[in-house]
Structures are given as structure tokens and as C-alpha cells.
């Protein structure tokens, strides 16, 4: 998080369910926020690259790609 530009939030959250995000990742709320926040980002992305599962037509070399001879 260096150098990011922090934003103070207000929010109302339930206390139970913060006491358990904190228990289960053992950091500050700041960083349980923060890791939760993450974890929708990436979230988001996965269903964007399986919305794309089926529609690329890649051709690739395998054993060129990781650098194998041919056998």
C-alpha cells in the first residue's frame, strides 16, 4: 500500500461478522477491509476470463512456449 491514496470510510457493518473477518485473517480490521476488498477485485476479474473460456482461438506451441525440444 505505499505511496496509495488512502480514503477514511464510515460504514456500518455488522460487529459479529468484522469480528470473525478479523479472527479468520488474524490482521487489523483496516487490513481485513482491505484484504476483502482485494479479494472482490479479483473476484470480478476470474469471472471476467471465464466469460471468456471458449472464445479465444489461441494456437501455441507447448513445447516451444516452454522451451522442450521435440521428442
Do not use: C, H, W, Y
Not at 479479494?39 to 470480478?44: E, P, S
Not at 471465464?50 to 512456449?65: E, R
Amino acid at each position: 500500500m505505499a505511496k496509495d491514496k488512502i480514503k477514511r470510510i464510515t460504514a456500518n457493518i455488522p460487529e459479529d461478522l468484522l469480528k470473525d473477518a478479523t479472527n479468520v485473517t488474524g490482521a487489523s480490521l483496516t487490513e481485513t477491509l482491505i484484504q476483502g476488498l482485494k479479494l472482490i477485485k479479483r473476484g470480478a476479474a476470474f469471472e471476467k476470463a471465464q466469460a471468456l473460456k471458449g472464445k479465444l482461438d489461441i494456437k501455441i506451441d507447448l513445447d516451444v512456449s516452454r522451451e522442450r525440444p521435440n521428442r
